[in-house]
């Protein structure tokens, strides 16, 4: 592929200043001319240039004025201006720096000079503009989690615009099980390299005090997001300190099994929570003070319900202080309105739109600041619900399956909260009744087939087992012995005694179900 040539621009309103520096460059570079300050604007607009040689008196917009409306605008602002001028006075030079140039050139000029210091500062650029690239992969590696596909429920979408320069957003998700996870988002003051390299600590210092709070409690319950923030912060303040920065953040736990969302926020965006229900957005917000403020109180959650359909957007302050041509802001009253009228049409689709509306808004696709989203939705019919079915062959190993699926079941039962030990018991009584059927339905034949339906109703758990095999009288077979004179009867027993309820019955076409139903209590709001 052949290599495009840099895109120099000439400003000059001396026709022969401009021949002398074509003829001068023409041969290793591409070249655009205008020849007063609105044409040099127009023209950077549209081609964007990779230097431009700005003459300073000119009829109308000076060349100060131009390199000023440069600098102020996102998409121009990098650019390198060199002056190139007969304006010799020290004054003169002073000014053309404090408005952004790079350099600064007298005429009548040397054509060996032009050329160096034009070669010098496109090789500058260049080397910038790879150092971006080098500091952005960095960022997008190190700063940028990757959310976890295999949590019920829920659904994840991400949103990243980089800017031209790195600064120290960053996220990233702590899965605990397949119905548990937490999500922080969090920026750092200050831009750049540094910014992005305090980030990656504060993440690396997360997952090690996860997991030297999950070694230290017991593995059944998870550390509290506000014993998290404390841990993080108490490990990092003296690092804050010494840089003199501080981090804002917001982390939050999203737990199935309740639908409930307990976080920590620390100064950070407000988090938009849209209620299908309602139609409407609320915004979370916490009473915490950032990271690396000293001798505050103790860190404190919060925790909010939520519904099949909900979802919660998590962003940083680059998508709201956005600006438009006005210097007008984004703002947050704008992205509440845009995530409220068109939540509708599902989070997957609502965060590309989110993205055309800010750059339509922006005129732009480049950015002060990085833009970082991360919306979460709650599937409107939910992977766990109040109802399931499994089928399995009459053989022995199928019964690991049976546990794990029933546990599966209880644990994800939206606005219930069963006990492990409860949990454990209702495993070993569905153990009994899949290995009776194995057994003594079916005996000797293989290949048939036991269908299971789980559900709740009026607050209990119902667990029907169903098969084809020989009918079952629970009447004939007679009370376990404790004596151990009799081996016989003891499945009966323990279903009896760790379930709250045991029918059996076999309807006209041979069909035989055993009903199990367990009662859990009130459902949580």
Known sequence: MKKIKPL??????????????????????????????????????????????LDIMMPGMNGYEVCTSLKAATQTKDIPVIFITAMTEAAQKTRAFEAGAVDYITKPFNKAEVKARVKIHLSLKKARKHEIYIASKIQKTLLLGQPPHDIQGIKIDQLTIPSQKVDGDFYDFFKFNDQCFDLVVGDVMGKGIPAALLGTAIKSHFLRVLNELIRLTDRKKFPEPEK????????????????????????????????????????????????????????????NMPLGFPEQEPFKQTSVSFKPGDLFVFYSDGLTEAKNQDGVLYGEKRLVDFVQKNAGIGHEKLINIIRKDITAFS???????????????????????????????????????????????????????IDNNRISLIELAV???????????????????????????????????????????????????????????????????????????????????????????????
Not at 264 to 269: F, I, K, L, P, S
Not at 436 to 451: E, M, P
Request: charge should be neutral; glycine fraction near 6%.
């Open 8 to 53: 120099i621009l000439i400003v000059d309103d001396n026709s022969t200043n401009i021949d002398l520096l074509v003829n001068t460059l023409k041969n290793d570079y591409r070249l655009g001319v205008a020849k007063n300050g609105q044409k040099a604007l127009d023209y950077t607009e549209k081609y964007l240039p990779d230097l431009i040689l």
């Open 228 to 287: 998290i923030i404390s841990s993080v912060h108490s490990g990092m303040i003296d690092q804050l300190e010494d840089l003199e920065t501080f981090v804002t953040l917001f982390y939050a736990r999203f737990d199935m099994t309740k639908y409930l969302l307990s976080f920590v926020d620390c100064g950070h965006m407000r988090t938009i929570h849209f209620h299908a229900d309602s139609n409407r957005c609320s915004l979370l917000r916490g009473v």
């Open 363 to 417: 005129q732009s696709e480049i950015f002060d600041d990085d833009l970082t989203c991360v919306i979460i939705g709650i599937d409107k019919k939910s992977a766990m619900s109040d109802k399931a079915k499994l089928e399995i062959r009459n053989d022995l190993i199928e019964l690991a399956q049976v546990r794990a699926f029933v546990r599966k079941f209880c644990e994800g039962i939206p606005g219930f909260h």
């Open 431 to 525: 153990t009994e009744v899949t290995t009776n059927i194995i057994k003594h339905a079916y005996g000797k034949h293989t290949g048939k087939q036991i269908r299971i339906n789980a559900l709740v109703s009026d607050n209990n758990i119902i667990l029907r087992f169903c098969d084809w095999g020989k009918s079952f009288n629970p009447e004939s077979v007679p009370p376990p012995v404790f004596d151990g004179s009799q081996s016989g009867g003891f499945g009966l027993h323990i279903i009896s005694h760790t379930v709250d309820k045991v029918i059996y019955s076999r309807d006209e076409k041979g069909k035989n179900c055993t009903s199990l139903k367990i009662k859990i209590g009130t459902r949580t709001k």
